[in-house]
């Protein structure tokens, strides 16, 4: 099975911009749907972007659209979300799943539908 693991959180000013980065282990990347997914304080674990396996399909949340970008590298085993124009609302802890599927264009939306998660990594917008 796969392994995840997210790096790039931090503190940031509300305008401001930071990669989160999605390395994978154990198997590789390019069989794997992924999505981007985050969890504020005493909400529920909501979506944000998802990307399919070819890299050719991407979906966004109406919250990020037109500021966060996600993007994959398979030869680097790697994927990731470039925000931009942060907003104190966009504080939460973030986290990649990966979900292995045959096709190289669907992308999954709900957390429902992945089978793999990393531990997160805490991203604070500050006003």
């Known amino acids: 099975q796969v392994q995840l693991v997210e790096s790039g959180g931090g503190l940031v000013q509300a305008g401001g911009s930071l990669r989160l980065s999605c390395a994978a282990s154990g198997r590789t990347l390019s069989s794997y749907a992924m999505g981007w997914f985050r969890q504020a304080p005493g909400k529920e674990r909501e979506f944000v972007a998802a990307?399919?396996?070819?890299?050719?399909?991407?979906r966004y949340a109406d919250s990020v659209k037109g500021r966060f970008t996600i993007s994959r590298d398979n030869a680097k085993n790697t994927v990731y979300l470039q925000m931009n124009s942060l907003k104190p609302e966009d504080t939460a802890v973030y986290y990649c799943a990966a979900r292995q599927f045959s096709s190289t264009i669907v992308v999954f939306l709900k957390k429902d539908e992945y089978a793999y998660w990393g531990q997160g990594t805490q991203v604070t917008v500050s006003s």
């Open positions: 990307i399919s396996r070819g890299a050719g399909s991407t």
